[in-house]
């Protein structure tokens, strides 16, 4: 997430749907050329993954297809292979006044929490609280075998730059229920084929409501009083996490939290820094600079360059922030096209005073992303420390993020949210792959068992990486 999703947000809040309504051919048409339209025109990248030549096949065969009168739904589903051709996860396409995950169903959804892990997905628990096999395999759904479910919703999930799959695997972990029910529809019960210790288990559960799945997760995955913190443990090693790039006016001001901390770091002598980004899907990319100030070793570059598409103007409304217009006057033209300039990053930093030359250990997964993983994508380049965890959901070398631009399809109502910048990462080191997220130095994954029984694996991991290290006196390379 970055700057300016409060108007997507508040866009996104608009409620002019009838799910009931019926879009005849040459509507959604019509929609799908706006569409078209808009990206072509609004999105910095289009083209960085998938070829204009393939686009051009894809936007044919959705038209082709479009030959009968089509529910809202229908017609959404036929538009999720173009969003995920783009290969970036900031492009949003979500249904009017509706929950991004769960838009067109809010009763009768599938009702067992689960974990995927590949082909595979395990029981973790109930949205109401009965009583099931937990850690048991998933065999099937209603018939369907679950290893061809996940195969089917893969290729159509978005959240991810490039070619990581992390982000769509938590896609899946947070809103399979509403996932299931938007691709496969809903049922009042569900017949589930599950495995454990070797026994095959054929349950039958009645659905749940959106109402009692988010109560489930707000008890279960609370947010912290206060997005990031520090922690002094035992020999001189110290934890510092951060939930979200962004805060609110109520919580602490980041700039002096950082201060204070390093000011602390520095005062306990610590030796060894852990950095949690788990779960931190981004905010405000000056605060990953001001991250990173504090650990560098000398100067460095940030960005290399921001792309940006030229103004062109268009037969239809769209919704762009008033300050990105008045900071496109500033744009230019650069070496690849044309650049937008008005952004911290872009020149030289320095390091803080205060920066840390200890031993540096970074935690990431899959649901890393946008300005965490430009951070990240820093601290691999310069080496400056281990990788632990999986890969991320946001890319190495980019990201298409920043302002939007909101277009709402007039026929269907779905809203299109196009990110209008191309943050290109500067001095790119060749120890990662560029069309991937990041890739740790650690893979440490967390399964099925590590939730029933309250393990953490990557703080685990990490703390006796840090033992063992001190126990030889060898630093850990990355």
């Not at 947000?9 to 309504?21: M, S």
């Not at 996860?89 to 838009?103: C, E, F, L, N, R």
């Not at 000056?286 to 960005?303: D, H, M, N, Q, R």
Request: with cysteine.
């Amino acid at each position: 997430m970055k700057k300016n999703l409060f108007l997507m947000f508040f866009l996104f809040g608009y409620v002019g749907l009838l799910f009931g309504q019926t879009l005849q051919p040459a509507q959604m048409k019509s929609d799908v050329e706006i569409f078209k339209k808009a990206l072509e025109a609004k999105h910095p990248e289009m083209y960085r993954y998938t070829s204009a030549e393939e686009f051009e096949s894809l936007f044919e065969q959705v038209k082709s297809d479009l030959d009968r009168d089509m529910s809202v739904r229908e017609f959404y589903l036929k538009m999720t292979p173009i969003i995920a051709a783009l290969h970036c996860g900031h492009t949003k396409w979500i249904v009017a006044g509706q929950d991004m995950y769960y838009p067109f169903f809010d009763d009768d959804l599938f009702p067992l929490q689960l974990h995927f892990e590949n082909d595979k997905a395990f029981v973790i628990s109930h949205f109401d609280g009965n009583e099931v096999p937990v850690t048991a395999e998933v065999i099937s759904i209603n018939g369907e075998k679950m290893g061809e479910i996940i195969k089917s919703l893969l290729p159509k999930l978005s959240f991810g730059d490039g070619f990581s799959q992390a982000g769509k695997y938590y896609q899946l972990n947070h809103a399979f229920p509403g996932i299931f029910s938007t691709h496969f529809g809903t049922k009042p019960t569900y017949d589930v084929e599950v495995l454990r210790d070797g026994k095959t288990l054929n349950l039958t559960f009645e659905g749940v409501s959106h109402h009692q799945i988010k109560a489930y997760q707000s008890s279960k995955f609370k947010e912290h009083g206060v997005p990031f913190r520090l922690e002094i443990l035992e020999a001189n090693t110290a934890w510092l996490d951060i939930d979200r790039f962004y805060a609110y006016p109520i919580e602490p001001d980041f700039k002096k939290f950082l201060k204070a901390s390093f000011e602390q770091i520095k005062e306990n002598n610590i030796s060894d820094l852990v950095i949690d980004l788990r779960g931190n899907e981004g905010g405000n990319e000056s605060w990953g600079i001001e991250l990173y100030k504090y650990l560098a070793e000398s100067p460095f570059s940030y960005y290399d360059r921001i792309s940006v598409k030229k103004k062109e103007k268009l037969d239809f409304e769209t919704n762009t922030s008033f300050l990105f217009k008045m900071a496109s006057l500033f744009n230019k033209n650069g070496e690849y096209g044309r650049e937008f300039t008005l952004q911290k990053g872009l020149k030289k930093q320095k390091p803080n005073k205060n920066a840390f030359q200890g031993n540096v250990y970074l935690l990431l997964d899959g649901q890393s992303f946008s300005v965490t993983t430009e951070f990240a994508s820093r601290f691999k380049s310069e080496k400056r420390g281990a990788i632990i965890g999986t890969e991320t959901a946001g890319g190495y070398a980019m990201n298409t993020s920043g302002f939007f631009s909101i277009v709402t399809l007039p026929h269907s109502k779905i809203n299109l949210g196009i990110p209008l910048l191309g943050f290109h990462m500067a001095g790119l080191a060749e120890n990662n792959p560029k069309d991937r997220g990041i890739l740790p130095d650690y893979t440490i994954e967390t399964h099925a068992e590590n939730f029933k029984n309250g393990v953490d694996l990557v703080r685990d991991f990490s703390l006796e990486l840090i033992r063992k290290s001190k126990a030889t006196s060898e630093t850990v390379k990355p």
